[in-house]
């Protein structure tokens, strides 16, 4: 389903059905509200009255928690092997929940990762961003815990570049540290007198954190417009998670800088649906990491039920039997999975290699449902590792070779050098 965000910006709460797509009927009803950023704490009561007014079996945001986590120090090696570690972070307030990059083999990784988290109660909530090791199941190697009423205390509730002491669970950590910056905006549903808010691009995040601290302006109306919504559904409950999500389609990563060509043949006739992929070679960590961010369009699988989707990736002929799955998304024809998977090797190496991704059906063991619903291969030759490519691709008939290989999708206005 789909609404128009435009016609909100004038409009106080708007209660409507909307028609669902890609099932054979069905509508939602949602309650939509538009919503700008202010760093006046006097906001907070007035989205709380907002919120009071309308009646909700779930909490609803009051305000949008920023992090930026620049890098890390120090982390600790592995008891046993004495490794580096591959870490990435996750970024939690209660249930919700954003995961960075992983880095491999790096105690200093520099993640310059920007999230974006709703708050419903930002006086008692608590931020805690934690540190994994890929390399040994996801094992928390270090934690970080603030309140965000400490952020809201501030008197421009933000605090700046600060490096802060990383903790351990199991032992005290020597010198481990985070720099982060913080910053909370308050939900505001009337337009507020104080100069409105910019929130950072995470394009921007590979830039200079000094200019990112700076930017105190709103030149783009739609960069500080936030949607609340409730829905209710006459559909099965597992379709509730499949409504729309402004904050992510706003802020998340995998929406920008996506290579879009008009005439694009390969997009000129897509009978199996269209995949998104993110390629992209580091240098300094001689690795490739291809991240799977969504599908559309995807084929029915069988008459009365939407396909469960995830996709293996692997390289051919020299990683072949290094497999690769994404999560499974359920009842979708066009799932959103923004999995990150890396292959440690030489370019030279990488060159020589196919990405192959072939899109599955996690259908039932005795069902009548197809399994293989479309493949794609890559050819890396043409991988540079100067620039990084997020594009929309064709997929193919699944077990056949019609579709032939294709190249990696660059844009040709982009002349900018990869800084991964």
Not at 217 to 228: Q, R
Not at 255 to 280: M, Y
Request: net charge negative.
């Amino acid at each position: 389903a789909q609404f128009p965000i435009n016609t909100l910006l004038d409009k106080e709460a708007v209660t409507t059905w909307l028609t669902l797509k890609d099932v054979k009927k069905g509508s939602i009803n949602v309650c939509l509200q538009y919503f700008t950023l202010t760093t006046e704490k006097s906001a907070l009561d007035i989205i709380e009255q907002t919120n009071n007014q309308m009646i909700k079996q779930e909490k609803l945001s009051k305000a949008l928690l920023v992090v930026f986590i620049d890098r890390c120090s120090n982390l600790p090696r592995s008891k046993k092997t004495r490794r580096e570690p591959n870490p990435f972070c996750t970024i939690q307030v209660d249930t919700n929940e954003v995961k960075t990059h992983t880095f491999e083999s790096q105690t200093n990784p520099l993640f310059e990762h920007i999230s974006h988290i709703l708050c419903s109660n930002p006086i008692q909530q608590q931020l805690k961003i934690q540190v994994h090791d890929a390399r040994s199941n996801n094992e928390v190697i270090a934690y970080f815990e603030i309140p965000v009423k400490q952020i809201l205390n501030m008197d421009t509730m933000t605090i700046d570049s600060q490096e802060f002491p990383l903790k351990s669970s199991s032992e005290p950590l020597d010198r481990a540290s985070i720099v982060l910056r913080l910053s909370l905006h308050v939900l505001s549903p009337v337009r507020s007198s104080s100069s409105p808010v910019q929130l950072p691009s995470p394009t921007n995040s590979l830039r200079s954190f000094d200019s990112f601290a700076k930017q105190n302006s709103l030149t783009d109306s739609s960069n500080k417009s936030l949607l609340e919504h409730n829905s209710s559904i006459d559909r099965t409950p597992s379709d509730h998670q499949h409504h729309l999500d402004p904050i992510s389609e706003h802020f998340t990563p995998s929406h920008d800088k996506t290579l879009l060509v008009s005439d694009d043949p390969d997009l000129e006739s897509a009978p199996f649906g269209q995949i998104k992929l993110g390629i992209r070679y580091t240098v300094n960590r001689k690795s490739l990491s291809v991240t799977i961010y969504a599908c559309k369009n995807l084929i029915h699988v069988h008459n009365q039920s939407l396909p469960d989707a995830y996709i293996r990736v692997y390289l051919m002929p020299d990683f072949k039997k290094d497999k690769k799955k994404t999560k499974s998304v359920h009842d979708s024809t066009s799932p959103v999975y923004d999995d990150l998977f890396e292959w440690s090797a030489p370019l030279n190496d990488i060159h020589r290699q196919h990405l192959f991704i072939s899109v599955k059906n996690n259908s039932p063991l005795f069902g009548n449902e197809q399994t293989y619903m479309g493949d794609i291969q890559v050819d890396l030759s043409n991988l540079d590792p100067e620039k990084n490519s997020i594009a929309w691709y064709a997929l193919h008939e699944p077990n056949t070779s019609s579709a032939g290989l294709i190249k990696i999708k660059y844009d040709p206005n982009d002349q900018n050098t990869s800084h991964f």
